[in-house]
């Protein structure tokens, strides 16, 4: 099967960086579309940064300008480099990815969630 691990969440000041990875690993044809969600406490989870195959990239409203996304395809892993932090950008972070699972039969694309990183900023 194919799994998603994150990394690279934690504590940080207002202002502050962080840089999340998230590695996909397993039974991987190809890889689509990746993406960032978070939630934050007592509200739903939200589409931070998505980044098709080909590069393209968009961003919530809310972080243009602070958070860049990118993906290594060589290493099946995109990254979400934060900056300018905010207390308000606290949540659990979580990867999304549509992947192509072997064999790349039709109906073999499937959507894949890490387990979540927390990033906590203090004001």
């Known amino acids: 099967q194919v799994q998603l691990v994150e990394s690279g969440g934690g504590l940080v000041q207002a202002g502050g960086s962080l840089r999340l990875s998230c590695a996909a690993s397993?039974?991987?044809?190809?890889?689509?579309?990746m993406a960032w969600y978070r939630q934050a406490p007592g509200k739903q989870r939200e589409s931070v940064a998505g980044i098709t195959s080909g590069g393209n990239t968009n961003y919530a409203d809310s972080v243009k300008g602070r958070f860049t996304i990118s993906r290594d395809n060589a290493k099946n892993t995109v990254y979400l480099q934060m900056n300018s932090l905010k207390p308000e950008d606290t949540a659990v972070y979580y990867c999304?990815?549509?992947?192509?699972?072997?064999?790349?039969?039709?109906?073999?694309?499937?959507?894949?969630w890490g387990q979540g990183t927390q990033v906590t900023v203090s004001s």
């Open positions: 397993g039974s991987i044809f190809s890889i689509n579309a």
């Open positions: 999304n990815a549509v992947i192509t699972v072997v064999p790349a039969l039709p109906g073999n694309e499937y959507d894949y």
